[in-house]
């Protein structure tokens, strides 16, 4: 059968609309976070990266927030570009290496 | 200001095989870090090298060694191949001065039959 990391979440979001993308991390210790985003046959490309000392940081249309209560992450894009179509990971790291998580798959809807 | 590159951009091998993969870091990074990406999946850490040395390294089997040069850029081999094996392998390279901030080259796309 078909391996179930296959199977990435997916996203599909109107251009024009703000895209939200989420992520549960695993380890309490990590203090460093960095969005990542892959596009079809690419190497994952920076998005924006956090530090646990904040709980929000703005790049230019991105915003990443950081819920170190529930270990959750999240990506806002606003005004979602069909060029912003990719699968994006979140990577978590206490220290080097980085972890990744299973990707979420956006697709804008032109 | 050139950014991470890797060679070759695919590669098909048969089981049994030894190969060898290739990296340059961006211009000012001094440490290299290598990372299997099965299809479907996230990057999956196999080591980092700073100095010339394997500085951390992940849960890989012996068959997967590594080196870096004096100029930093590094290489991967992978010897005894398997049909397992096969995926895009990714260089990312950073600074000692902040290693987790790792920024990635566009893979090596590794086929094994």
């Known amino acids: 059968g078909e391996s179930v990391g296959l199977h990435l979440p997916t996203l599909s979001v109107q251009e024009g609309d703000n895209s939200i993308i989420n992520c549960a991390y695993s380890n309490s210790a990590s203090d460093y976070f960095i969005w990542y985003k892959q596009e079809s046959g690419k190497g994952p490309q920076f998005i924006i990266d956090?530090?646990?000392?904040?709980d929000k940081r703005q790049g230019q249309r991105v915003t990443v927030l950081l819920n170190k209560t529930v270990k959750h992450l999240s990506l806002q894009i606003a005004a979602t570009q069909p060029g912003d179509s990719a699968v994006y990971f979140c990577a978590e790291t206490p220290d080097t290496p980085l972890v990744f998580g299973k990707g979420t798959r956006l697709s804008v809807i032109a | 200001d050139a950014g991470v590159t890797q060679s070759p951009t695919h590669l098909i091998k048969t089981r049994g095989q030894q190969v060898t993969l290739r990296c340059s870091p961006k211009?000012?990074?001094?440490?290299v870090s290598w990372y299997q990406q099965a299809l479907g999946q996230g990057p999956q850490f196999i080591f980092q090298?700073?100095?010339?040395?394997?500085?951390q390294r992940g849960n890989f089997p012996d068959r997967f060694s590594g080196h870096q040069f004096p100029n930093y850029s590094s290489e991967l081999n992978v010897n005894a191949l398997l049909l397992g094996d096969s995926a895009l392998y990714l260089c990312?390279?950073?600074?000692?001065?902040?290693?987790?901030?790792?920024?990635f080259g566009p893979g090596t796309r590794l086929t094994v039959l």
């Open positions: 211009s000012g990074h001094d440490t």
């Open positions: 956090i530090r646990s000392n904040m």
């Open positions: 990312a390279s950073s600074s000692i001065t902040s290693p987790d901030t790792q920024y």
């Open positions: 090298y700073y100095e010339e040395e394997e500085r």
